[in-house]
């Protein structure tokens, strides 16, 4: 089993649709995570930080569920520019350093 | 202010030569990384530096090595490339362990 994973989709929604991706982990001791979006054949960049809170950027919020090991991303009002990879990142340092990404769930937003 | 470069933008290799991959960052991060990504998965850490004059194996160092003479570079070295290594490379860095990191354009390597 892979210590993150992701639904690969593709997700293939309506302009002006809410969609959820969730990515799940296995090590309890993971301590940082982040969303990121990757465009075709270009480098990733950084969506959002997830925080225990929960946070908000706009339409996208991300939220971690420690019990569950998992964090989510919900994108609102989905946009055409939208379709895109959407990759989560876990990280943590306990007796080694951990930094994975999931394989990446991709969206596509149709007019 | 580039942020993160990386040279070559394209390279075509054939079986058992060698070469050498640059990333360059001038927000003076301390840690940098090498990454892969193959169609259809996600990036595969392949080395890292925690600063100057350090390196560490990440999840597939096999067929690289790296080196961190300086602060600001991150050499990707292949000595005897094989198909195998056909990849888009990513160069990252980050001020700290924990936090975002920020990628160069790439390297999409072919060997044949």
């Known amino acids: 089993r892979k210590e993150v994973e992701q639904d690969p989709g593709p997700f293939n929604v309506p302009e002006g649709a809410t969609v959820a991706f969730n990515c799940t982990y296995s090590?309890?001791?993971?301590?940082?995570f982040f969303w990121y979006r990757q465009d075709c054949r270009k480098e990733p960049k950084l969506l959002m930080s997830?925080?225990?809170s929960g946070n908000e950027d706009g339409r996208f919020t991300a939220q971690l569920n420690r019990a569950s090991q998992y964090i989510s991303l919900l994108i609102r009002d989905s946009k055409l520019s939208d379709s895109a990879t959407y990759l989560c990142?876990?990280?943590?340092?306990?007796?080694?350093?951990?930094?994975?990404f999931g394989s990446g769930t991709r969206l596509l937003v149709r007019p | 202010n580039a942020g993160v470069t990386q040279t070559p933008k394209f390279r075509v290799l054939k079986t058992g030569q060698s070469m050498t991959l640059l990333c360059a960052q001038d927000?003076?991060?301390?840690?940098m990384y090498w990454y892969r990504q193959d169609p259809g998965m996600g990036l595969r850490l392949i080395h890292y530096?925690?600063?100057?004059?350090?390196?560490a194996k990440g999840e597939v160092p096999d067929g690289y090595n790296v080196s961190r003479l300086k602060k600001q570079n991150f050499l990707l070295g292949l000595e005897s490339a094989a198909p195998s290594q056909t990849s888009v490379y990513f160069c990252?860095?980050?001020?700290?362990?924990?936090?975002?990191?920020?990628f160069g354009p790439g390297t999409r390597l072919t060997v044949l």
């Open positions: 990252a860095s980050t001020p700290g362990p924990l936090n975002e990191q920020f």
């Open positions: 090590n309890s001791a993971s301590q940082s």
């Open positions: 530096s925690v600063g100057e004059g350090t390196t």
């Open positions: 997830v925080y225990s």
């Open positions: 927000m003076n991060h301390e840690y």
């Open positions: 990142v876990v990280i943590r340092m306990d007796s080694s350093y951990k930094l994975i």
